[in-house]
């Protein structure tokens, strides 16, 4: 491929940052002991994982997620929605940022390169935005785009586009970095540029093994094309 990709766009959890204790453990784990909860861990894990998935593809709002999640748990949640929607929000804020991020993003910013977001989430792009600032990187992203916020979420194209519309690049000069090969493939059904971080799939363009292998990859303007 030349260098033409105008645009980055990465996945959130998984690509730009982990978590050392994923948000739907780490809260069902402090609401059994909590509330001495008779439910053993993956029980209330898989409630969560469920009801989470459901907000994710829209059937019930984040509100309702919460509302179901306490209902299903029993009397002792009873009326605890802000309860746990506090714990949610403590747990999910508590990213880790990719070792390789500040360096790749940075680069490719300097280059000229868009660098965005698109995460599927219950929590809108300005909540991301805070994590982000609060890890000192808010201002590598240009755009986030949320699933909650646009009311589709990967690996329908639709997401994929909306990026694209937000941008004014289109989607064979803009690239998305996935660790799920289900996303990387929405993404390359919206006709973009595809990378593969710590996956395989045949649809994607690149396989990394790393983030900071991204820059290496011959699509990226030279820094001679920004100089002009």
């Not at 989430?121 to 986030?144: H, R, Y």
């Not at 289109?170 to 996303?183: C, I, L, N, S």
């Not at 593969?196 to 990394?208: G, H, I, K, M, T």
Request: aromatic share 8%.
């Amino acid at each position: 491929m030349s260098s033409t990709a105008q645009a980055l766009t990465l996945d959130g959890h998984g690509v730009v940052y982990y978590r050392e204790q994923e948000v739907p453990d780490a809260v069902s784990a402090h609401l059994i002991k909590r509330f001495s909860l008779s439910l053993d861990l993956e029980s209330v894990v898989s409630i969560y994982n469920a009801l989470q998935e459901e907000a994710f593809s829209h059937e019930i709002t984040y509100r309702e997620m919460l509302h179901r999640l306490c209902e299903a748990l029993g009397p002792r949640l009873n009326g605890k929605e802000s309860y746990v929607d506090s714990l949610i929000q403590r747990y999910s804020a508590a990213i880790v940022l990719d070792p390789d991020l500040k360096s790749l993003l940075s680069e490719l910013r300097r280059r000229g390169v868009v660098v965005g977001m698109i995460t599927n989430s219950i929590n809108p792009a300005g909540t991301k935005l805070t994590w982000l600032e609060s890890n000192g990187v808010a201002e590598l992203f240009d755009i986030i785009v949320s699933s909650v916020d646009e009311g589709c979420q990967k690996p329908d194209p639709e997401i994929y586009w909306r990026f694209v519309r937000k941008t004014g690049i289109p989607p064979a000069r803009t690239v998305f970095v996935g660790h799920d090969v289900k996303e990387v493939e929405g993404a390359k059904g919206a006709g973009m540029i595809t990378v593969c971080l710590r996956c395989n799939s045949p649809e994607a363009d690149y396989v990394v093994t790393k983030l900071g292998d991204v820059i290496g990859l011959s699509i990226w303007p030279k820094e001679k094309e920004v100089d002009g």
